[in-house]
């Protein structure tokens, strides 16, 4: 079975600096998806980024990307110029490409991201 | 816009008690999936439906049912709540594919007393 760890329950970053937030994952397959969501203080997740396992680019969207290395398992999300609207919990998710039915994903135990002026 | 809504979003119910926590989609999603999340735990699931009367036993299914007679809903059933089952539900939903991203519901705070 699949596991995601986040090894930092909690961060803090200061306004316009750049954070980076840790994930890992254990598997034994090649084919997967990686993704970054975000859960503000409302509740409703929504979706930051994600990652094919067999693309070598990493991912940007805006002011959000990940340094993915496969061989490390790691997939780390770093946020640029980091704002007031970004504190929030950030969870790191593994999807199977081999899962019959479902598309289930594994999730991580989360990272409090604190933005401060 | 895709739109997944729950029914309540915070529910106070005594221990014993029959609880129905509903979810819609507007999206015609195939899938649809309950989480449990708990502090330092992280999301866990619970089922999900593939299709409509199709569900599977996810991570922590134990104490839980699951109903999905029309392709927009799906409900999660305590039979009989007890004070563990204390928790955030959050409902979800996704095209088929794996590509494909989950779309999730504003939550659902449950407390058993």
């Known amino acids: 079975a699949q596991t995601v760890t986040q090894s930092q329950p909690e961060m803090s970053v200061q306004e316009a600096e750049t954070v980076t937030l840790s994930c890992t994952y254990d598997?034994?397959?090649?084919?997967?998806?990686l993704f970054w969501y975000k859960q503000p203080p409302s509740r409703q997740m929504i979706l930051v980024i994600r990652q094919e396992a067999y693309k070598q680019q990493n991912a940007t969207e805006n002011r959000f990307s990940v340094n993915f290395q496969k061989a490390a398992k790691s997939f780390s999300l770093k946020i640029s110029d980091s704002q007031l609207g970004d504190a929030a919990m950030y969870f790191c998710?593994?999807?199977?490409?081999?899962?019959?039915?479902?598309?289930?994903?594994?999730f991580g135990t989360g990272t409090q991201l604190k933005v401060e002026l | 816009d895709v739109k997944v809504t729950q029914s309540s979003r915070y529910l106070v119910k005594r221990t014993g008690e029959k609880v129905f926590l509903e979810c819609v989609q507007d999206m015609d999603h195939e899938n649809m999936f309950w989480y449990r999340q708990d502090p330092g735990l992280g999301l866990r699931l619970i089922y999900f439906s593939y299709d409509v009367k199709m569900k599977e036993k996810g991570d922590i299914p134990e104490g839980y049912s699951v109903s999905r007679e029309k392709k927009e809903r799906f409900s999660l059933i305590l039979e009989s709540a007890s004070t563990n089952q204390t928790s955030m539900y959050l409902c979800?939903?996704?095209?088929?594919?794996?590509?494909?991203?989950?779309?999730f519901g504003p939550g659902t705070r449950l407390t058993v007393l």
């Open positions: 979800a939903s996704s095209e088929t594919g794996y590509r494909n991203e989950q779309f």
């Open positions: 598997t034994s397959e090649s084919d997967y998806y």
């Open positions: 998710a593994y999807r199977s490409a081999l899962t019959g039915g479902g598309n289930k994903l594994t």
